[in-house]
């Protein structure tokens, strides 16, 4: 009697359990697409006040007019536009309908837009090919300085690679868009006589050490410039740039008489 006096109790406090599960739990989220509205945003779109061209939506991808900035995939999902680039960005939408969109920028400003009606918009999203820094070509320099009594035979070629940079920024309606670019591998080689000295070929991580995580990664190698010889040894100065930037920082580079490589901040 005992007995089944407790497997009716437990049986009670299990039913019990499971009921309360499915009383508290959450109801679900959407997390697909809204497509109505993917779909009322296709065609290209212009500030409603300037009638600037913003971006043009074709399917799943977002364009800009400008050739460097690169097409994003975007969502909708309930009343949020989601950008995802290099990072991902979150416009809330305030109001749409088939010729006017709002949305609220990364700054809380809200942006309205207008739909073109002009056949002739879509020459603007033309895609060119990006333009490398050093205009893709190889730079070539060969120099030759004396110190003391030797003669030393410098010489720097800096060479263009597949490498993608993205620089990330808001654009005039505080979208987040990302502009790509090309890094450089730059090659250094000293002689003297018909003696090799030292031959290295440098990647920007080589300089790692000396420039700020954040900015290394928006950073392209664009030049080490020989500077002069002096009792330390060979000087060159390496200049890492972020694109369309005034930002960029110089990495003293000296290359000593037994090629042994040595950096530091410029002073």
């Known amino acids: 009697m005992i007995r089944h006096t407790l497997y009716i ?10 009921l309360s599960c499915k009383n508290s739990k959450r109801p679900e989220i959407s997390l697909d697409d809204n497509k109505k509205a993917k779909a ?20 799943d991808t977002v364009y800009y007019p400008d050739s460097i900035s690169q ?45 073109s009606d002009d056949p002739n918009d ?6 060119h090919t990006p333009v490398a820094l050093n205009q893709n070509k190889v730079i070539k320099r060969d120099t030759v300085v004396g110190y003391l009594d030797n003669r030393y035979h410098c010489y720097v070629q800096i060479n263009p690679t597949t490498y993608k940079v993205y620089r990330t920024f808001c654009n005039d309606e505080g979208l987040e868009v990302e502009n790509i670019y090309y ?22 991580d080589d300089f790692a050490s000396y ?52 950096m530091g901040v410029a002073k």
């Not at 879509?122 to 895609?127: A, E, I, K, M, P």
């Not at 890094?183 to 920007?204: A, Y």
């Open 183 to 204: 890094d450089n591998i730059i090659h250094v080689s000293i002689f003297t006589g018909k003696k090799k000295l030292f031959s290295k070929d440098f990647r920007k």
């Open 122 to 127: 879509t020459l603007q999203f033309v895609r």
């Open 71 to 115: 097409p994003v995939m975007f969502r909708i999902i309930g009343d949020t536009m989601i950008f995802y680039g290099n990072s991902v960005s979150k416009y809330p939408i305030v109001k749409q309908g088939e010729h006017v969109f709002e949305f609220k920028n990364q700054n809380g400003d809200i942006v309205k837009l207008i739909k």
């Open 9 to 18: 109790f437990v049986a009670v406090v299990l039913l019990l359990f499971v």
């Open 211 to 262: 420039v700020p995580k954040n900015m290394l990664k928006q950073s392209i190698l664009t030049d080490i410039k020989l500077e002069h010889l002096d009792e330390k040894g060979v000087r060159y100065q390496t200049q890492l740039a972020i694109p369309d930037s005034p930002s960029s920082f110089i990495v003293e580079l000296t290359v000593s008489y037994n090629g042994k490589v040595s």
């Open 40 to 59: 009322m945003l296709e065609g290209i779109w212009l500030d409603a006040d300037e009638e600037n061209i913003t971006f043009r939506i074709k399917g």
